[in-house]
């Protein structure tokens, strides 16, 4: 049978999706999204930034599209709105940012600035989803802006603080994607497939359109610029948003954006073995802060987990969470 994507989604069923495929799809994402940082800032090196990732995003797109027909899924445009939101934030805001701050900005400590997306997740899913920030949520958020303020480094305005904003501004648009996905699940059941294909297309004719007019020379076709755009269009763009949105659509908003962990450790790994990339002292203790900060959270999200299984509950949302009261989870 299948469901109307337009048609508001009906009472939720009783058997909720099995979260551990929803933390392996976040473990598999680590690793490609994480190593893809060195890939992305291999391929630009290649290709002006918005006309890579205008190539990645509308290849991604193609890629899918017979993968959709074939598997005999709903192809029509899935809730319209909510997709072109979607795909003006998550494609072109997201993709765009990064690319233009890994231009003149190193993977590593792009990586990291772009997921402070937990945290925008954390304070914007307050007044829009209720999903309250609580004890050490706190601590954590006052972390990773202390290690902001250290890798940005406000009082030397010079060198890399536009690339650090720009990959900040990218974490923002990635945040409020996640928002935007989990309102429409609120109202619509959609089929992952077709939306994330057409989200991608909607999001990549913005950046053909900024490439067009940014359009400084044409990509060098060599054999690394190949490899990097292959490796952008099919296992860190399709498959990868595909999990992605998986992950969202079964765990919580914010136990999906902290699941995302790993991948800044990855990245800045990778970067620094492929790449060469030593972070400066303030730089690394930065990284390190944010990283610790995002450490908390996960650690904070797995206790409640562990106390909702001893009592006997089925996890739920976080403003939905029965059997712990107020102070059970402010105190952790």
């Known amino acids: 049978m299948t469901i109307d994507p337009d048609r508001p989604s009906p ?45 990645r995003a509308f290849l991604g797109a193609v890629v899918l599209f017979p993968i959709i027909i074939l598997l005999r899924r709903p192809i029509r445009l899935p809730a319209p709105l909510f997709t072109i939101i979607l795909g003006i934030l998550q494609t072109t805001g997201f993709v765009g940012l990064i690319m233009w701050a890994l231009k003149s900005g190193a993977a590593g400590r792009t990586s990291v600035l772009v997921y402070t997306m937990p945290f925008w997740l954390l304070l914007m899913a307050w007044p829009v989803l209720s999903e309250r920030i609580r004890g050490a ?6 972390l990773a802006f202390l290690g902001l ?24 648009c990635w945040g409020a994607s996640a928002v935007i996905v989990k309102l429409m699940q609120r109202r619509y059941t959609v089929e992952i497939l077709s939306f994330t294909a057409w989200q991608m297309l909607i999001g990549a004719i913005p950046l053909i359109l900024v490439a067009g007019f940014t359009f400084e020379s044409g ?8 490899a990097a755009l292959a490796f952008n269009v099919l296992p860190a763009n399709a498959l990868a948003w595909l999990l992605w949105l998986y992950a969202l659509r079964t765990l919580p908003a914010g136990t999906a954006g902290l699941g ?17 990339e030593r972070p400066s002292s303030l730089e690394a203790i930065g990284m390190l802060l944010i990283i610790g900060a995002l450490a908390i959270l ?24 029965q059997g712990l009261s107020d102070q059970d989870v402010a105190g952790m």
Do not use: C
Request: positive net charge; without cysteine.
């Open 260 to 276: 995302t962990l790993a991948i800044p450790v990855v990245g800045v790994l990778s970067a620094w073995i492929q790449l060469g």
């Open 219 to 226: 990509p060098q076709w060599t054999g690394s610029f190949i």
């Open 298 to 321: 996960t650690a904070r999200e797995l206790m409640i987990g562990r106390r909702l299984i001893r009592r006997g509950f089925r996890r739920q949302e976080p403003n939905d969470r």
């Open 149 to 172: 303020i250290l890798i940005l480094r406000p009082w030397h305005l010079a060198g890399t603080l536009s690339s650090s904003l720009l990959a900040i501004a990218g974490g923002f």
């Open 11 to 55: 009472q939720p069923p009783a058997q909720r999706p099995n979260s551990k495929l929803a933390f392996a799809a976040l473990a598999l994402l680590a690793l490609i999204w994480g190593y893809n940082w060195v890939v992305m800032k291999v391929g630009i090196g290649y290709s002006d930034p918005f006309m890579f990732a205008a190539l």
């Open 137 to 142: 949520q706190w601590l954590a958020v006052g």
